[in-house]
Each structure stands twice: as structure tokens, then as C-alpha cells.
């Protein structure tokens, strides 16, 4: 009799393990292929984190590119045509949201890009010039005896180098156009050699120096 019940449970565990499918086998090992696919919640974790910091800096550059071509921009000084008031390697703020609201005025100092006369003197169209503004439409400019003379009278000018050592009669300027002229007054490539500048060619208004720190502040 012993014997007998031995067999039987043999035979049902038996009959237990016949009754496992080929199908119940593949889902068993298609769930364990996936469990080990899966990434873990760590590595999820990263590569989100990265996208997100990817996303950042494609935003952050995308206003940094807006705001350079709208609204301000840096700019470093490579000559001395605008001694004593920048000097050689000063690094100054300039501004192009001012122009949208009021047109230039006489002091103001400007960046712009070479008129004609100086690309055919053999200037790259986009070198940037930095120069004060003296004459505005319809104001007359001479150059006299060192002085230089804004219709008729002459300019209070503190913040020269030196005054001019050349001559230049009366000239009136022309609508949209402006006369300019670096501080070093005899040392600058300005309006007084190669004429009138265009608006248009202005590219903004250096408004703020933030190098050298020892000299940092509005101009």
C-alpha cells in the first residue's frame, strides 16, 4: 500500500509539470528578456536631467544670439582714436534700443560700420568704428585756429586729447547724415577726412565700460 501512494504522488507532480505549455515557457522568458531591457530608475533619471540641461542651453544661447543682435552688445577698443576717453583694450556695453525711440545728439559716441569712402580705402564693410557725434542734420561744422565750431560758435571740449592742428572750412550736414569725430582729434580717421556718416550705418551707442574694473562705469 505504501508503495502505491508513493506512485500516485509521484504520478500527480508529474501531471503538474505536463501541464506547463510551450506558450506559458516563451511569456516566462520574454518577461525576464524585458525586466533585464528595462532601464533602471537611475539611468531614467540621468538622461532626463540631460535633456532638460540640453534644453537650457539651447535657450540660453538663442537669447543670448537675440539680444547681441537687438538690444546690447560688447565691444573692445583696438585703437587710440578715442584717447583720453577709451583706451586701447577697454571693453564698453554698446546699446541699440536708445535709436528706436530718439535720434542721435551731438556727444553721444557711437560704433558704426565704415560709410563707402572708407570700404574703398580698402575697409571690410563690417570693421566697426567707435566715434563722438559733433554734427547733427542741418548743423554747419568748421575747424579753426584748434577750436571747432558748431553753427558758428565754438565747442566747450573737455574731453580732447588735444585740440585739432588742422583746418577745415564750414560744411553743412546733410539730412540723415551725421559729422563725427574721435576725442584724439589728431589721431582719428573721422568724418573731417572722409566726410559724412550715415544713420543707417550706425550700429548702437557705447553707453557703459565694464573693463578695466578699476575704470568701470558709465561714459
Not at 43 to 68: G, M
Request: aromatic content about 8%; some cysteine; hydrophobic content about 35%.
Amino acid at each position: 500500500m505504501v508503495s502505491k501512494k508513493e506512485n500516485s504522488a509521484v504520478s500527480n507532480q508529474s501531471s503538474g509539470l505536463a501541464n506547463s505549455t510551450p506558450e506559458d515557457s516563451e511569456q516566462e522568458k520574454s518577461t525576464a528578456s524585458e525586466q533585464q531591457q528595462k532601464p533602471t530608475s537611475g539611468e531614467s533619471n540621468f538622461w532626463q536631467q540631460a535633456r532638460d540641461n540640453l534644453q537650457i542651453i539651447a535657450i540660453a544661447l538663442a537669447l543670448a544670439l537675440v539680444i547681441r543682435a537687438f538690444v546690447a552688445e560688447p565691444r573692445y577698443i583696438p585703437s587710440d582714436s578715442m584717447l583720453p576717453t577709451l583706451q586701447v583694450g577697454d571693453r564698453v556695453v554698446v546699446e541699440k534700443i536708445s535709436y528706436l525711440f530718439r535720434p542721435p545728439t551731438r556727444g553721444d559716441i557711437i560704433v558704426f560700420n565704415p560709410p563707402v569712402q572708407l570700404q574703398i580705402q580698402g575697409y571690410d564693410r563690417d570693421q566697426a568704428f567707435i566715434k563722438r557725434i559733433i554734427g547733427t542734420p542741418g548743423k554747419t561744422i568748421a575747424i579753426q585756429q584748434g577750436k571747432v565750431y558748431l553753427n558758428d560758435a565754438p565747442l566747450a571740449e573737455d574731453y580732447i586729447a588735444e585740440p585739432p592742428k588742422y583746418q577745415m572750412g564750414q560744411v553743412k550736414v546733410p539730412s540723415e547724415r551725421l559729422f563725427v569725430m574721435g576725442d584724439n582729434r589728431n589721431n582719428s580717421n573721422d568724418s573731417h577726412v572722409w566726410g559724412f556718416l550715415p544713420k543707417d550705418n550706425i550700429i548702437g551707442r557705447a553707453c557703459f565700460r565694464f573693463w578695466p574694473i578699476s575704470r568701470i562705469g558709465s561714459i
